[in-house]
């Protein structure tokens, strides 16, 4: 099993910043595919970012196009979500999600590994 935690959520204001960490257990990291999720109250969780596991690709929900950038740094076994220009409808739990093997990196239901989430509050 692939252990994901999540760490670096927290309160901003408006037009701030936050940069996000997952750290991966396992000595594969680099074999997979690796999401960002979030979920807003009463909100389905939804797509944020992907990468590939050759980080040649990287893929972005159009909400978060151009102020989200999602890395990966596989001799840390860790993946980055670094938000800039945060408003308040990016408050969410921001979940990171891995796969060695995908089709649909789109779809929550393609990843068999999941963190436990970490909390992003955008204030007004």
């Known amino acids: 099993q692939v252990q994901l935690v999540e760490s670096g959520g927290g309160l901003v204001q408006a037009g701030g910043s936050l940069r996000l960490s997952c750290a991966a257990s396992g000595r594969t990291f680099s074999s997979y595919t690796m999401g960002w999720f979030r979920q807003a109250p009463g909100k389905e969780r939804e797509f944020v970012a992907a990468?590939?596991?050759?980080?040649?690709?990287?893929y972005y929900a159009d909400s978060v196009k151009g102020r989200f950038t999602i890395s990966r740094d596989n001799a840390k076994n860790t993946v980055y979500l670094q938000m800039n220009s945060l408003k308040p409808e990016d408050t969410a739990v921001y979940y990171c999600?891995?796969?060695?093997?995908?089709?649909?990196?789109?779809?929550?239901?393609?990843?068999?590994?999941w963190g436990q989430g970490t909390q992003v509050t955008v204030s007004s």
């Open positions: 990468i590939t596991r050759s980080a040649g690709s990287t």
């Open positions: 999600a891995a796969r060695r093997l995908i089709v649909n990196i789109f779809s929550r239901d393609e990843y068999n590994y």
